[in-house]
């Protein structure tokens, strides 16, 4: 048994067992896919504490609706259709909110992105270095968050998790096609926005 496989076939015995009432088994389901819950909501929002906020109500939204879960998808499948869920409808709120305070997500007061690396550096990087990589992640961040939501939602399973067409086809309920056409035009997208930045000439 393959160990993708063998993740499957834990995820629904753990599952088995939540819908029987066991909070142990739930816990378990949270420890394994809390990092990857969290990360999604962090590249959806670009804010740590939001992300927090969203991971949080995600795995409460999964508790709830656990009964609904029928095994069609991979339990994490499910479970990131919730979180992109959850992120769509804190964008929405952030944007009321900015209309209303006259406060613009793209402020340089939003620094979390910039300062918070998803993974621990190799050696002992010089000062010029994180600056800089602080500013490429700020750039690729301000990017991103011009995105169109469905663009940016296919970019961050796809490239940044890593999912296959399938699973994020599944994830966000559209065909194979339309994944890859929207991750088509979010790459394009992004990679104008980042020689705009850079200010490299574009053809």
Sequence with gaps: MTVDRQIMTDDSRLVAECKNGNTAAFESLVNRYQRL?????????????????????????????????????RFSTWLTAIVINQSRNRLQQLRKAVQQDAYSLNDDTRVDFGLMPFDPPCGNPSALDLLEEAELRRILHECMDKLPVEFRE????????????????????????TVKSRLFRARDGVKDCIKGAAGIAQN
Excluded at 41 to 58: K, L, P, V, Y
Excluded at 154 to 177: H, N
């Design 37 to 73: 819950i969290l990360n999604i909501a962090f590249r959806m929002t670009g804010n740590h504490e939001e992300a927090c906020d969203i991971s949080q109500e995600t795995f409460l939204a999964a508790w709830r609706k656990l009964s609904d879960f029928r095994g069609e998808a």
């Design 154 to 177: 296919v970019l961050v399973l796809r490239d940044m998790q890593d999912f296959s067409y399938q699973d994020v086809g599944q994830a966000l309920g559209i065909k194979d096609g």
